[in-house]
């Protein structure tokens, strides 16, 4: 009987008491890799995952390599909510903008932009992986408008379409509001820039010119003070 409660005894200290040993904050991390502590192992630090970086990986995979928190997202069967347009760089001498964007907090496959020019028709940029966060639009002619749209698609389908957002565009002129749509027109030729440059340029030294030829003409007309 004695041995027997002995026994008993020993199994309670040697199973329960390693077992109650965990619940210390400062034992909880050494106590990784052990199959029966999985609930103890909450993720304590978000991600370093940004929504707006080119080439993200996306925070899921994060999450499996360091046991990180990530936003949350909606539901992989629902379209993805729509991408925010970020900042639109022109790049006047090629002719080009740099689009960037911010991925919605949803579940992405794959990214493609829309772009047109006032009246006529949207053009498909191809499409992009979901870590991209920004493309590069070319041909664009100087001193156009274009509109520009991010679309975001998984397998439920694409983001909100972006025609009745566009025709709201006109409202907010320039910069992008916090859609995915934005409008911006290119620059002048830097040519022509150049063109009027010298053109300026020019006037200001005929001017200087006739200038001073009214000032000798003046003074020989009225006589130098100097030569009396
Ligand atoms: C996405 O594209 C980039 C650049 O082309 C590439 O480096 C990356 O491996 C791709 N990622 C996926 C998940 O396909």
């Known amino acids: 009987m004695l041995a027997n409660s002995c026994l008993l005894w020993l199994l309670a200290v040697t199973f329960l008491v390693p077992r109650a040993k965990p619940l210390t904050p400062g034992d909880l ?16 630090s978000t991600c370093d995952y940004d929504h707006c970086r080119h080439l993200q990986v996306p925070c899921k ?22 991408p925010r347009l970020g900042e639109v760089s022109l790049q006047a001498e090629a002719g080009s903008a740099l689009v960037h964007w911010c991925a919605p907090a949803s579940p992405v496959h794959q990214y493609w932009l829309l772009l047109w020019a006032d009246g006529g028709p949207p053009q498909k940029s ?7 966060r920004r493309a590069e639009v070319k ?44 409008r911006f027109t290119m620059p002048p030729r830097p040519l022509s820039l150049v063109h009027a440059a010298v053109g300026v340029g020019t006037a200001l030294a005929l001017l200087s010119c006739s200038a001073l030829v009214w000032h000798f003409c003046l003074r020989d007309r009225w006589g130098c003070p100097r030569r009396l």
């Open 29 to 44: 991390e050494e106590e990784e890799g052990e199959d029966e502590d999985e609930e103890s192992q909450q993720p304590s």
């Open 61 to 82: 995979e994060l999450q499996k390599a360091h046991r990180c928190l990530c936003p949350g997202l909606t539901r992989p069967e629902q379209r993805p909510l729509p």
């Open 126 to 132: 191809p499409p992009f992986n979901s870590t991209f």
């Open 139 to 182: 041909g664009l002619q100087a001193g156009s408008t274009y509109n520009v749209c991010v679309v975001a698609a998984n397998k439920a389908g694409e983001s909100q379409e972006a025609k009745p957002l566009a025709e709201g565009l006109g409202k907010g002129a320039g910069g992008p509001a916090f859609g995915p749509c934005g």
